[in-house]
């Protein structure tokens, strides 16, 4: 194949600075400039989930949009999370799904809430007919650059929407989930080597690694998978609603934090991991982290 810039690593996707921008929590992909790139254009499927039941947390937008749009295409029904105020954002997914002649179930709900989780599973599996991948992608971060000044209430917060909200799913999910059923959390670079402003969200993710492994080790005896995915800089909502600073958004995976491919990720990057541990071809990968962190090492 002749050389293009367009599959060179460096250049297929958003390489300048990022327009300074800054919404509240949680913000809306919809008004982000540029907008991140989902793979609404550009992913193809080849029927690796045909039938399966999915359900996604945070699917409106960014990564978890990502993994919907591919789980959509590859053939599976979704259920998808999000927070009301995300409406419209979960609005254009439910399009891309039903466009693929899918399944799209909305529900939206806070996962700080242990008796939403329970509802939100199920709700998923009573307008599914069953479960068969949990791909818990959502996750809030918010960046401070002084523990003095860290909010105990950020800190439950954090704590209980990105590490907690996993425990009550899976619990509420298992009675349901068969034998070779798929579960994919999401963890970050951030777990394996953490930013000083970020002292809540990286202990999470790290506590996510962990989580992730000791259920794939509980799980393994009933035929049930669990791994992880652990992107690096990727251009998402998540970062300008107080993720990172607003002076560091301009050059967000480039110089803040570097990457050796030297720009941002988008989350469309990140559909082949999703797709590849939700399917039945990854059925000897289970206790893994994936990352995808444009050559940020990791362990
Ligand atoms: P995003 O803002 O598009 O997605 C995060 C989603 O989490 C939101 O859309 C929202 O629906 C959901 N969410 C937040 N608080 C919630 C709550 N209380 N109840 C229910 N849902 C809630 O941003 P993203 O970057 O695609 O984030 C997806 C995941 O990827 C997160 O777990 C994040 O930690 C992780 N991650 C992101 C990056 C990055 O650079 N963007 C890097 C590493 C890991
Ligand atoms: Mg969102």
Redesign the pocket.
């Known amino acids: 194949m002749a050389y293009s810039e367009e599959n060179d690593p460096r250049t297929k996707y958003y390489t300048q600075e990022f327009p300074k921008q800054y919404q509240e ?3 809306l ?1 919809m008004k982000m400039k540029p907008k ?1 790139d989902c793979g609404e254009e550009s992913y193809i499927g080849s029927g690796k989930l045909t039938g399966k039941k999915v359900l996604v ?9 990502a993994a919907a749009i591919a789980y959509a295409r590859e053939g599976a029904d979704l259920a998808i ?3 009301p105020e ?1 409406q419209p ?1 979960a609005e254009e997914v439910k399009k891309l799904i039903e466009a693929e002649g899918r399944k799209a179930v909305l529900i939206p ?4 809430s242990e008796d939403f989780c329970k509802e939100l599973v199920d709700q998923a599996y009573r307008e599914l007919g069953g479960l068969d991948v949990l791909a818990l ?5 918010q960046a401070v650059e002084d523990i003095s000044d860290l909010p105990t209430e950020q800190l439950y ?1 954090t704590f ?3 590490l907690f ?1 996993l425990y009550w799913i899976v619990k509420a999910a298992l009675p349901h989930l068969p034998k070779g059923a798929s579960i994919i959390t ?5 777990g394996y080597n953490p930013s000083p402003i970020l002292l809540d ?1 990286a202990a999470t ?1 790290h506590a996510i690694i962990g989580f992730t492994v000791a259920l794939g080790k509980q799980l393994a005896p009933k035929g049930i998978r669990v791994n992880s995915v ?10 300008i ?1 107080g ?1 990172q600073l607003s002076e560091n958004i301009p050059k967000f995976g480039q110089g803040t934090p570097p990457t050796p491919l030297n720009r ?2 988008q ?1 469309a990057e990140l559909a082949g991991a999703y797709v590849l541990l939700a399917s039945d071809e990854s059925s000897y990968s289970t206790c893994q982290v994936y990352s995808v962190t444009g050559g940020m090492p990791t362990p």
Not at 137 to 141: C, E, L, N, P, Y
């Open positions: 929590p949680p913000a992909q991140p947390t945070g699917g409106d937008s960014g990564i978890g949009r999370n999000y927070l995300e954002d709900g806070d996962l700080s992608v959502a996750g809030m971060q917060k209980e929407v990105n909200s999401t963890s970050s670079v951030e969200y993710k652990a992107p690096g800089p990727i251009w998402t909502p998540l970062q609603c993720g941002a990720g989350p």
